[in-house]
T-cell receptor, first 116, second 112 residues
Framework: NAGVTQTPKFRVLKTGQSMTLLCAQD?????MYWYRQDPGMGLRLIHY???????AKGEVPDGYNVSRLKKQNFLLGLESAAPSQTSVYFC???????????????FGPGTRLTVT | GNSVTQMEGPVTLSEEAFLTINCTYT??????LFWYVQYPGEGLQLLLK?????DKGSNKGFEATYRKETTSFHLEKGSVQVSDSAVYFC???????????FGPGTRLSVLP
């Protein structure tokens, strides 16, 4: 049981390049989330999904797109990277609220992205 | 909307000192409450949780009690260790269950 995994762990992009971050979970969770973490800003929600084929915008969605084609995977895309997107990106997953003992989010190890 | 407020720190303590990190929240209904810990270079890990009023979550010597009357979930540990040095996040899951709200995090440094 690997939990939540993210690839890649590190990446350096030039301004204008594109990339996709992959998140995978093996806990059969319905909900998945993408956050970014910046110094002094805490965690900010980018996009989330409550099920396969559905996505929704979070607090800071501009410049990012997501897809949830399979229940276990949640992809985060940057079409044209900007230096302001330099950050650490975390994926998380959870069950719907109400499942006994399974209310919490499980986080991946993070992807450290630098845009030059 | 829902929100979480916690002391931002940094907090610096000597080993074996008593720790309190305050957390208060604003939410409608009955949210679930959590403390997560983040060690350097890692993701967030659940430290403890409470799902209803007066519940006490505990783990690894840390405790927090869900206080509905004061809308608080303060984290405490009686004797901290150097290995407890990390960033601690207070969080809630709202009554409708889709989203989580995190506090800004409190950096704790424990000196030997």
């Amino acid at each position: 049981n690997a939990g939540v995994t993210q690839t890649p762990k590190f990446r350096v992009l030039k301004t204008g390049q594109s990339m996709t971050l992959l998140c995978a979970q093996d806990m059969n969770h319905e909900y998945m989330y993408w956050y970014r973490q910046d110094p002094g800003m805490g965690l900010r929600l980018i996009h989330y999904s409550v099920g396969e084929g559905t996505t929704a915008k979070g607090e800071v969605p501009d410049g990012y797109n997501v897809s949830r084609l399979k229940k276990q995977n949640f992809l985060l895309g940057l079409e044209s990277a900007a230096p302001s997107q330099t950050s650490v990106y975390f994926c998380a997953s959870s069950s719907p609220r109400g499942k006994t003992g399974q209310n919490e989010q499980y986080f991946g190890p993070g992807t450290r992205l630098t845009v030059t | 909307g829902n929100s979480v407020t916690q002391m931002e720190g940094p907090v610096t303590l000597s080993e074996e000192a008593f720790l309190t990190i305050n957390c208060t929240y604003t939410a409608t209904g009955y949210p679930s409450l959590f403390w997560y810990v983040q060690y350097p270079g890692e993701g967030l890990q659940l430290l403890l949780k409470a799902t209803k009023a007066d519940d006490k979550g505990s783990n690894k010597g840390f405790e927090a009690t869900y206080r509905k009357e004061t809308t608080s979930f303060h984290l405490e540990k009686g004797s901290v260790q150097v290995s407890d040095s990390a960033v601690y996040f207070c969080a809630l899951r709202d009554a409708y269950g889709q989203n989580f709200v995190f506090g800004p995090g409190t950096r704790l440094s424990v000196l030997p």
